[in-house]
């Protein structure tokens, strides 16, 4: 999950160092165990010969060096035992055996490092792409706190297909958050453009009805520049937020996005929208008119944003995440700690695994207005 606010560096998790710690003394254990083991046995036992499994062992979680030290040491062992069996005869055949293993299991080393290292760099280069494209948001903006839950499909990625943002602009809070049609490169890429199209015209769009032209415009000039592009070819649905500085209420344009949840109190409520936009991509096949709803949004009132992969994750019978129904349950719960709440319940209702990109923004009104950071 990612949180507002800048974020601490990964550390690697605790069972995997602890994994990675039992794989490097393997092999060391191996020998231990066979020495001793074919010490205790008969000569009739050939324990030593399970020696040649050291360096293939040590492979695995060993350098190059490590892997052929550890051969040479399975070797050495070897040759002792052999010299104390009173059989040298032995020695060169088994000798050379442990030779060849550790040869190619140094090389399955030397490939296994460099994949990792490989692997650390695209990580570190996906860090850095999150941080462009899907920034942390700042804990709060004017008088909106924002607290935001954003976990990605697919395995291993930071990116996907939904996407936010929120400014400050002179007298309001705009806030965006969308889900592109699809998943893969090709929805980062649509992602990207509509995060940057939001970002250079928030600031003047004279209201939200403007700014969702403008964003429909941007992803079709991109599609124009690039009719190769995947963006060409997808919509994405989006709803735009704007919190007056001066007035307790919310204006809210809905381009074909799942209902927001308004909390007011202890109640609940969906925003609907009477005529909602079309998604962003497929405003051209109709004459579609914008439409903002504005309704109260007092200090203390806190709504829920969201895409599809939260109200559509299915538990194994197939039925829909109940989010309103959780949602009161978790009215007073600090807004700080529903995001993590959400995350952990949507991980268990759905048998532990999500297979589409979630991202909810709970948007909490507060009295005071909070600076907003410089950056932004």
């Known amino acids: 999950m990612h949180a507002a606010g800048p974020r601490p560096r990964p550390r690697p998790a605790t069972g995997t160092r602890t994994q990675f710690n039992l794989g490097r003394a393997l092999p060391v254990l191996v020998m231990v165990l066979v020495v001793v083991a074919d010490l205790i046995t008969p000569d009739a036992d050939r324990v030593d010969r399970l020696l040649i499994t050291v360096p293939a062992l040590a492979a695995a979680t060993w350098g190059v ?82 607290h935001l839950l954003y976990v990605a499909a697919a395995a291993k990625a930071r990116i996907g297909g939904d996407f936010y943002e929120a400014v400050k602009i002179p007298g309001a809070v705009r806030i965006m958050l969308g889900d592109v049609q699809g998943k893969g490169l090709g929805a980062v890429e649509t992602a990207s453009v509509l995060l940057g199209a939001f970002r250079s015209t928030a600031y003047d769009a004279p209201d939200l009805p403007a700014l969702a032209d403008r964003l429909d415009e941007g992803l079709s000039r991109y599609a124009a520049w690039d009719p190769e592009s995947d963006a060409a070819e997808r919509f994405a649905t989006v709803v735009l937020v704007e919190l007056p500085d001066d007035r307790d209420t919310a204006r809210l344009l809905n381009c074909g996005h799942p209902a ?31 439409r903002v709803e504005e309704f109260p949004f007092a200090p203390g009132d806190r709504l829920l944003l969201y895409t599809d992969g939260v109200s559509e994750t299915r538990d194994r019978a197939g039925v829909f995440y109940p989010l309103e129904e959780r949602a009161r349950q978790w009215s007073a719960v600090p807004s700080a700690q529903v995001p993590e709440l959400l995350h952990r319940d949507l991980a268990a209702y759905g048998a532990g695994a999500l297979d589409d990109d979630v991202a909810a923004l709970l948007v909490a009104r507060t009295e005071e207005a909070g600076t907003p950071p410089a950056s932004r």
């Open 65 to 146: 060096y490590g892997t052929i030290g550890m051969g040479l040491v399975a070797m050495a062992l070897r040759a002792l035992l052999v010299v104390a069996r009173g059989e040298p005869e032995d020695l060169l055949a088994s000798e050379g055996l442990i030779l060849g293993i550790t040869a190619a299991s140094a090389w399955v080393s030397a490939v296994r490092t460099r994949n990792e290292r490989d692997l650390a760099e695209v990580t570190a280069v996906a860090d850095v792409v999150q941080r462009v494209v899907l920034r942390p948001l700042p804990p709060r903006l004017g008088h909106a706190e924002l």
């Open 260 to 290: 927001p949840l308004l909390q007011h109190g202890g109640e609940i409520t969906t925003v609907e929208v009477a005529e909602p936009s079309l998604p962003l991509n497929l405003a051209g096949l109709a004459d579609s008119r914008h």
